[in-house]
């Protein structure tokens, strides 16, 4: 750490909405930056640094190499390897994405690993899902272990016990009756 960036360490701040100022910034205010960033029971509307841990805290939106969180939020996350562990994510994008017992939104990376974890959509190169809810997958090799929930998996190669809700048939059927169904409608209002 060099003199000129000093580590913030943010300690059971109390963030408030009745009126008194809270723990974060305003959105237009200039983002904290420091080498290293703790934060433990507070909170930063933006934060840039090269590793950011937050436990039991949250921030809007946080840029690092390095993110940990642990039982906290982040709305954006932006790094070279994101860590949650019960927490969640509204988007992250990392080159390594893992979640154990947390929610994200969407997760982008080259690797992606959800453990007993939620996801709307998850996109790597490299997928692996253990007990998981995940509504899409987009992925080059996804890798499905124990039971998981996966509505729409699109993969070079998956691996695992996979059980499709629905498959190219059902949705090339899905399709068809989809469009027979707005054609009739458009019809009517003629």
Known sequence: MTA????????????????RPAASTPAD??????????????????AEAGSISVRQGGMSNAY?????LSQGGIGRAKATDIAVSQGGIGLAQADKVSVDRGIVGAAFGRETRLVQSMSNTVMGTETTVDQSLVGSIVGGHVTVR???AIAVIIAGRVEGTLRPLVDWRGAAAFGAAFALVLGVLRRGRR
Do not use: C, F, N, W
Not at 4 to 19: E, F, H, I, L, Y
Not at 30 to 35: H, L
Not at 64 to 68: K, L, P, V
């Open 4 to 19: 000129d960036t000093p580590q913030v360490k943010t300690t059971r701040a109390k963030a408030t909405t009745a009126g």
């Open 64 to 68: 690092a190499d390095s993110i940990d």
């Open 146 to 148: 124990q039971p998981s």
């Open 29 to 46: 205010a200039e983002p904290t930056r420091a080498d290293r960033i703790e934060i433990t029971q507070g909170g930063l509307y933006t």
